[in-house]
């Protein structure tokens, strides 16, 4: 992520999104890489922005799914 | 495949390009035939790239020496299995594998290449009488950005080696380059574009739909539908005309029947921001704005932009997904990015 974002100056809750700061080539790149590196499958009615928008969105949302699997 | 339109035709360089097997020390000379091949591709916007095993500086230098070089993107020269250089110039070109067209002399290398990507046109060079004939070589039209579009993807690779050298996020990165979209109303001399879009666009492509030339026509006439084309500048040049949105308006019900853009600026965020702006239209006029999105294997980037575009699945209709924006708050826009209405 850090190629996309400067690290340092984003706090776990900081929503990407609305800082501008990344784009849907970001966002299908993100959901690819989660999707692998934890070898879950996102639905349709996951992808929301909710669960991608902070570090902290992210690592809940993974954490639940996980938690399913 | 019947109605393919190659994109990108591979070129193998001994005994296909020149008579004579260059690493063996022959004095290769150039097939009669092969320039004009490759120029009447060049002039019809179908891309072109070299396959070869070969020394890649000893062969280089050889088709530059022919005049020949300046054709070729993403050259793959080195001595390993033809499939995996063909698979590398699909992938840095960002097209799919049916859209190529390998070219080669040796049945064990058609066969090899092939056999790894069985999507790939394999072509032996034997006998190139009436290639530039072919149907899979004759796109239905030639527009502006076709004719061009060789120079459009070197200013690409020359903007990506410029963005891999800069020291910073993409973020910054795309803050560099002052980039400006130019949204406006398509006249009738975009229509040919336009169609091309709608043939060409697989991943940036909401719905898959295509759109004939003369059923644009009928739509910019119409008082119904709004067609928008999109141009992409930036301070090293343009990008050409990238990006389509086809709007049926029924009152205050606006329907995003189509949009899509050209997979060469897919890195520049420019989808979030059409549709940013697209919602800001609609907000203005006081109408709701839906989008209709037909899921393919290769489209779920436009549906998560879509949805992170703050959109929600209002409804289905067979295999099309009804989306509807969420109207209630005007949507901010980059700031890396200037928008013109034309």
């Not at chain 2, 080669?104 to 058609?110: N, P």
């Not at chain 2, 030339?213 to 301070?235: F, M, P, W």
Request: a negative charge; one cysteine or more; proline letters at 2%.
């Amino acid at each position: 992520m850090g190629n996309y974002i400067k690290i340092d100056t984003i706090s776990d809750d900081d929503n990407f999104f609305e800082k501008g700061l990344v784009n849907s080539l970001f966002a299908m790149q993100l959901v690819s890489f989660i999707e692998k590196e934890f070898g879950i499958v996102i639905d349709n009615d996951e992808l929301d922005i909710e669960n991608f928008q902070s570090i902290n969105a992210v690592t809940n949302f993974i954490g639940n799914k996980l938690a399913l699997k | 495949m019947r109605g393919r339109k190659i994109k990108c035709v591979v070129w193998d360089l001994d005994e296909t390009v020149w008579r004579g097997i260059l690493s063996e020390g022959d004095d290769v000379k150039l097939r009669p035939k092969v320039p004009d091949i490759m120029r009447g591709l060049d002039e019809r916007g179908i891309l072109q790239s070299v396959c070869s095993k070969n020394d890649f500086d000893q062969a280089w230098s050889k088709l530059d020496e022919m005049g020949l070089s300046y054709l070729f993107i993403y050259p793959q020269i080195s001595w390993n299995p033809k499939s995996m250089g063909v698979k590398e110039i699909a992938k840095l070109i960002n097209i799919a594998q049916d859209a190529i067209a390998f070219v080669d002399d040796q049945e064990f290398e058609l066969a090899e290449v092939g056999g790894e990507c069985p999507n790939v046109m394999c072509i032996n060079s034997a006998d190139l009488d009436g290639f530039l004939e072919m149907d899979e070589m004759n796109p239905r039209f030639i527009t502006e950005d076709s004719t061009r579009r060789r120079l459009l993807y070197q200013d690409d690779i020359k903007r990506g080696k410029i963005e891999d050298s800069f020291v910073g996020t993409k973020d910054e990165f795309l803050r560099t380059l002052d980039m400006k979209l130019t949204i406006s109303l398509a006249v009738e001399g975009d229509l040919k574009r336009a169609e091309e879009l709608t043939v060409r666009t697989h991943q940036l492509n909401s719905t898959g739909d295509v759109y004939s030339y003369e059923q644009l026509r009928e739509l910019i006439g119409s008082q119904t539908y709004e067609v928008l084309i999109v141009q992409l500048d930036d301070k090293y040049g343009t990008y050409g005309k990238i990006g389509l949105a086809l709007i049926e308006k029924d009152g205050i019900r606006w329907e995003l029947k189509l949009l899509l853009m050209s997979c060469r600026v897919i890195s520049r965020g420019v989808g979030g921001v059409i549709l940013s702006y697209l919602v800001n239209k609609a907000i203005s006029n006081g109408a709701e704005l839906f989008a209709r999105f037909v899921p393919s294997d290769r489209n779920r980037i436009m549906y998560i932009s879509y949805k992170f575009g703050g959109f929600r699945e209002d409804g289905k209709k067979g295999d099309c997904i009804i989306l509807k924006a969420d109207t209630s708050k005007l949507r901010v826009l980059p700031d890396y990015i200037a928008i013109e209405e034309g």
